[in-house]
C-alpha cells in the first residue's frame, strides 16, 4: 500500500465492459511529508475519494481483491481515504 494525493480525474468513454461505470482517478504518491514522489498514475476508485484528497492505494494482484474490484483488469485502486497522518511527532496532514 501507499499513500497518494488526487490529482485528477480520468475519463475514458470507450473501455472494456468490466469498467463501465468504475471511476478513475489520477493519483501522484506522495512521501510522509506530503512531497511528491515518483511518477502519477491511474487507479480505481472503491471509496468516493475526490480531488486533492490524501488516499491509500493498494497494487498489483492485491488491487483486484476489494469487492468492487474483483475480477477487474486493474493494477491500482483506491481503498482509502486518509484523514490524518502523524510522522516523527508531528501532524503533517489533516483532511479539511
Not at 57 to 72: D, F, H, I, L
Amino acid at each position: 500500500m501507499l499513500i497518494a494525493k488526487v490529482v485528477g480525474d480520468v475519463v475514458a468513454s470507450q473501455k472494456v465492459g468490466a469498467l463501465v461505470g468504475h471511476k478513475l482517478l489520477l493519483v501522484q504518491p506522495v512521501d510522509a511529508t506530503g512531497a511528491a514522489k515518483g511518477n502519477p498514475f491511474v487507479a480505481s476508485d472503491s471509496v468516493g475519494a475526490g480531488s486533492q484528497e490524501w488516499v491509500i492505494v493498494c497494487q498489483g494482484s492485491s488491487a483486484r481483491m476489494t469487492p468492487v474490484s474483483e475480477g477487474k483488469p486493474v493494477d491500482a485502486v483506491v481503498i482509502g481515504i486518509v484523514d490524518t497522518i502523524q510522522f516523527e511527532g508531528a501532524e503533517v496532514y489533516r483532511k479539511s
